[in-house]
């Protein structure tokens, strides 16, 4: 049994799910999700998968969390065979809104730009 450091574990997890949405799961409302980050607990018992989407309307947002957490089962279940680990974590999925964050602030100051010529 491979002994995995968490911050590995996290890396390594991303790798797999980002695969598995790729190839295993057919879900549309799925599509376009990029993987933004991993957190594992301490004692690997549970993986927050952090994710984002391109489109920040509400509706978007809840179809693809809809999705995700609809293919959850199957992702734990792909991941238990492709890790070495002793015990697969249960996984959630959370939205980084960071990113959409940084999206905005840079339509700011791109529009600031334009207005400042």
Not at 22 to 37: E, H, N, S
Not at 47 to 59: F, M, Q
Not at 80 to 93: A, D, M
């Amino acid at each position: 049994m491979a002994q995995y450091r968490v911050g590995r574990l996290e890396q390594e997890i991303q790798k797999e799910v980002n695969d598995i949405l790729l190839k295993r799961v057919r879900d549309p409302r799925v599509q376009g999700v990029t993987l933004t980050g991993v957190e594992v607990t301490g004692d690997l018992q549970q993986a927050t998968i952090y994710y984002s989407i391109l489109s920040d309307k509400l509706e978007d947002e809840e179809t693809t969390a809809k999705g995700l957490e609809k293919a959850a089962g199957l992702i734990r279940g792909e991941l238990g065979h492709r890790l070495s680990i002793y015990k697969t974590p249960e996984i959630k999925f959370q939205l980084d809104s960071s990113v959409q964050y940084g999206d905005k602030i840079d339509r700011l100051i791109n529009k600031l730009k334009q207005n400042g010529e």
